[in-house]
């Protein structure tokens, strides 16, 4: 064994010098730490977990908008219940096949949560932000020049009979829902895997059946304000915009008083990826 290491080695990378399936490279306890944070700082690490955000936030978008652009294009193709129920679904799948690579966020509303609880390091949140834009705007621009339809007809509004203040409350209550779900799913190092697979897209689901008829049940900044630029139609955005943040902001709240302050492995393995995450307290669960 090497006493020192090239920055960014995998001990687990057939590529590494020396490395085979059969004598797998070992290390101590100390070059595994410093390696880590080694790789912290490589931008060819990071640049997977923002590639992982486009990619998710794109086919999020595409099932949440494009359920009700098919259906204004061929009305009657998607009932409601399909419409509502497909993003919660897709998301779901998203967990299960990306969140170790970038905690799979898919929401501006998530990735402020989990930086302010400190599972998520804020230096990451600029890229994130700007990613999960980015796949909403791909995804709504796709659907509008594939379906032939304006993209205004996949967004979030308010419904004829409420006004906006509340749809603005409902979209707060429901985002309090819905990051308190995540945030409590990570907490048993369970947003990666199965549970907080079915947890989130079983919640995604159900607001939208009961929910939906007043305010979209958009729950995502990015998945309405995608659409909103692409048609050029920004009626009622801050709605969409303030009520998810103000509900994100109040389950981290929530989570503080019910589980005290975060920042341990499990929260932070959730909200980073299994790639190298940055642990606030190793010692918390």
Known sequence: MTDHLEPHQDFNDPEVPGHSDSTPLLATAEQRMALMVR????????????CGEVFGTFFLVLVAAGGPMIDHSI??????????????????????????VSGAHLNPAVTLAFSLRRDFPWRRVPAYLVA???GAL?????????????????SSY?????????AFLMEAVLTLGLVSVILGTASGAQQVGLFGALGVGGYIALAGLWASPISGASMNPARTLGPDIVSADLTSWWVYLAGPLLGALLAVGMAFLLRGPGGGQAGSLAAQGAINPRIMHPGKA
């Open 39 to 50: 790789n912290f700082d490589d931008p060819s690490r990071e640049w997977r977990r923002v």
């Open 158 to 166: 308010p419904a004829p009979s409420h006004s906006a203040t509340a």
């Open 132 to 134: 999960q834009l980015a």
């Open 75 to 100: 009305p009657g193709s998607v009932g409601r219940a399909a419409a509502v129920v497909a993003p919660g679904l897709m998301v779901m799948a998203i967990i299960l096949f990306m969140g170790r």
């Open 138 to 154: 791909a995804a709504a621009w796709f659907l509008q020049v594939v379906v032939n339809v304006s993209a205004h007809f996949g």
